[in-house]
């Protein structure tokens, strides 16, 4: 965990500064604000949870592993702070029997609070399938709930990419998405609105699930990131 360079939080102070101007015999008086130095941590986020009694305002930057980003303890918690941040999970190969409901493939526990009223969750998943007409099944899950799915199937289709949003609805326990349709991975849905009530003042969990109608195909997930925009 180290120290890096200074990112004003602190109040200013002036300090001021006299200005000959030769010939002219013009002297002019102005005052520059000086910020005072302030400091962020840079380290993982095990290590930003593992800091003691932070001050309200310390900002943390996390630049590798889980959570990456910009967060700000205040007073209580360390929350998302100017802009998204993101998280990455490793590849994954799914192969075997049918499966006969959906099959949980990756998961991220959202902590307490980061979302806000108004934030958003995007997750994006590409990857490889068998190319073959039998059914491909890619679902968002938010708090247990099914918030969205596409489908795929056809012969030369050999790979996926997935993109869902799940925004919180003006409140911390509602939630809307794209509707439950069968339009494969198109902005435009067959569905009306799909909502939720979520409560995400409280840690909640949000998960990419697959399933493949077909034994001895195969589904690999060969990237995956979630991405959290708090408000």
Same mark, same amino acid.
């Given at each position: 965990?180290?120290?890096? /360079?200074?990112?004003?939080?602190?109040?200013?102070?002036?300090?001021?500064?006299?200005?000959?101007?030769?010939?002219?015999?013009?002297?002019?008086?102005? /005052?520059?604000?000086?910020?005072?130095? /302030?400091?962020?941590?840079?380290?993982?986020?095990?290590?930003?949870?593992?800091?003691?009694?932070?001050?309200?305002?310390?900002?943390?930057?996390?630049?590798?592993?889980?959570?990456?980003?910009?967060?700000?303890?205040?007073?209580?918690? *360390?929350?998302?702070?100017?802009?998204?941040?993101?998280?990455?999970?490793?590849?994954a190969t799914f192969t075997g029997a049918?499966?006969?409901?959906?099959?949980?493939?990756?998961?991220?526990?959202?902590?307490?609070? *980061?979302?806000?009223?108004?934030?958003?969750?995007?997750?994006?998943?590409?990857?490889?399938?068998?190319?073959?007409?039998?059914?491909?099944?890619?679902?968002?899950?938010?708090?247990?709930?099914?918030?969205?799915?596409?489908?795929?199937?056809?012969?030369?289709?050999?790979?996926?990419?997935?993109?869902?949003?799940?925004?919180?609805?003006?409140?911390?326990?509602?939630q809307v998405a794209m509707g439950l349709?069968?339009?494969?991975?198109?902005?435009?849905?067959?569905?009306?609105?799909?909502?939720?009530?979520?409560?995400?003042?409280?840690?909640?969990?949000?998960?990419?699930?697959?399933?493949?109608?077909?034994?001895?195909?195969?589904?690999?997930?060969?990237?995956?990131?979630?991405?959290?925009?708090?408000?």
């Amino acid at each position: 965990m180290t120290q890096a /360079s200074a990112y004003p939080v602190a109040t200013p102070t002036n300090s001021d500064f006299t200005l000959g101007i030769t010939g002219a015999g013009i002297v002019k008086k102005f /005052s520059i604000p000086l910020i005072a130095a /302030s400091r962020w941590i840079e380290g993982t986020y095990a290590e930003m949870l593992a800091v003691v009694t932070p001050a309200t305002n310390q900002l943390f930057m996390i630049t590798s592993g889980n959570w990456q980003g910009l967060f700000r303890y205040d007073g209580a918690k *360390w929350l998302p702070y100017g802009g998204g941040v993101r998280t990455f999970t490793d590849p994954a190969t799914f192969t075997g029997a049918a499966d006969t409901a959906l099959n949980l493939a990756k998961q991220v526990v959202i902590p307490a609070g *980061w979302m806000g009223t108004k934030g958003y969750l995007q997750i994006t998943a590409h990857g490889r399938h068998t190319s073959s007409a039998n059914l491909k099944t890619y679902a968002l899950q938010f708090g247990g709930q099914v918030l969205g799915y596409s489908q795929t199937s056809g012969v030369g289709c050999f790979g996926y990419e997935y993109r869902r949003r799940v925004w919180n609805a003006n409140s911390a326990s509602a939630q809307v998405a794209m509707g439950l349709g069968t339009r494969s991975f198109a902005q435009e849905e067959d569905n009306p609105e799909r909502t939720a009530t979520v409560d995400t003042t409280v840690n909640q969990t949000i998960a990419f699930s697959i399933q493949k109608d077909t034994a001895g195909e195969s589904i690999s997930i060969d990237g995956f990131m979630l991405e959290l925009y708090p408000s």
